[in-house]
């Protein structure tokens, strides 16, 4: 178990992510979450202002010193059971207290009541009906809400805005937080945790007309730079390409593709409001191309999904298997797929019932139960 410290200010230093602005009194790490244990306070002085103890919620080191003696097996066996399976992330985005591996939905306690709003990556889209009628089945009373942005397009980054701004209850994401979302959460008073459900794959598709056997990542990267412009550069028919993508400033998927050359994506590029307007506008046009997901494009059939290879190879990898029944959870899983990306549920902490839906919704979709919807809607568990 970590040990928490304070630094010369008398801030708390966090044991699992070592951040070192978490104010005196504080319960939880305000950057990823993670309950503070206990924090020393080094030389200080034993004038009243600077007492030899240092309160952690309220409860002085002596009095936390007894609680972890009697209650540390528990706490310890908590921590435990939600770290378990291996291929769980062991980050502190993953352990907490109240985020538990459950085998079954109806085993997930503290579900609220009531109607809550949710939102954010589109990737999600595939999961959304079959889990949640599922929910509801159990829950009857845990209403949940899928609520649009007022002004922009649906996607990961404003879902995480409209959840800073209170509109949502929890976000759904297909990226890791950044910085600058703990930050702007901790000036707001409340805190954020990502937990991972599942992995994602990058889809490339294009119009049945384009017959290539796939491409090259780095193709990939060059096609949305306008560096190619004709599948002839890549071995296809002599047609110029039309690359359809999200806007990276609601989606993720540029952003994740081309990182720090973002800013030499081809102004020729079109942006693509959901996955079934992608599906249409590719469909329809001769040379066209669109980036996806695994799980949202799985069993269309008015397109051709592409294999990718790692680099520069040509050693491709199809992200479907059974004729396209069936996503590659094998190469995805142990990353010979090279486009992945992990599914995240991020939680408002701020002790409210926001909250307390955030982390029964992620208990439900790590759940054994859970985890097989997650499956049938084409992305792969992140529990065996």
């Keep these: 178990m970590n040990t928490d410290e304070s630094n010369n200010k008398g801030n708390i230093i966090c044991g699992r992510c070592a951040y070192d602005a978490n104010p005196r009194g504080a319960t939880h790490c305000q950057k990823c979450g993670t309950p503070l244990v206990i924090a020393s306070v080094p030389n200080s002085d034993p004038s009243p202002a600077s007492d030899s103890t240092l309160l952690v919620g309220g409860i002085s080191v002596v009095a936390t010193v007894l609680f972890f003696a009697i209650g540390g097996y528990f706490f310890w066996q908590q921590v435990r059971v939600a770290s378990t399976p291996s291929n769980l992330n062991n980050s502190a985005d993953n352990i907490s207290s109240d ?46 809400r899928f609520t649009e942005p007022k002004y922009n397009n649906p996607g990961q980054n404003t879902g995480i805005t409209m959840l800073l701004d209170g509109e949502l209850s929890f976000a759904q994401s297909s990226k890791p937080l950044e910085d600058t979302h703990y930050s702007k959460a901790k000036e707001r008073g409340f805190s954020l945790q990502q937990v991972a459900i599942g992995i994602d794959g990058f889809l490339l598709f294009t119009h049945p007309d384009v017959s290539i056997p796939g491409l090259a990542v780095e193709q990939v990267k060059d096609i949305f730079k306008g560096k190619i412009t004709n599948w002839n550069q890549v071995g296809g028919p002599d047609l110029a390409i039309t690359a359809f993508a999200f806007n990276p400033k609601f989606g993720s998927s540029l952003n994740i593709l081309l990182g720090p050359e973002l800013d030499q994506l081809s102004p020729k590029v079109q942006f693509m409001r ?111």
């Design 99 to 144: 985020i538990r591996l459950y085998n079954s939905m109806k085993e997930v306690p503290k579900v609220p009541e009531g109607t809550f709003n949710y939102g954010g990556a589109v990737v999600f889209a595939p999961l959304r009906n079959s889990l949640h009628k599922a929910i509801n089945q159990v829950y009857p009373k845990f209403g949940l």
């Design 274 to 384: 959901d996955y079934t307007d992608g599906v249409r506008k590719v469909s329809s046009i001769r040379g066209a191309l669109g980036i996806g997901s695994t799980g949202a494009i799985l069993g269309q059939k008015s397109i051709r999904p592409l294999a990718i290879a790692h680099g520069n190879s040509k050693s491709y990898v199809p992200p479907f298997t059974d004729d396209g029944k069936q996503v590659n959870a094998t190469a995805l899983r142990d990353g010979t797929y090279p486009l992945t990306r992990r599914l995240f549920i991020v939680i408002r902490r701020d002790g409210t019932i926001d909250e307390a839906a955030g982390v029964a919704y992620t208990n439900l979709l790590l759940s054994q139960e859970g985890q097989q919807y997650i499956e049938k809607a084409g992305f792969v568990p992140i529990r065996n």
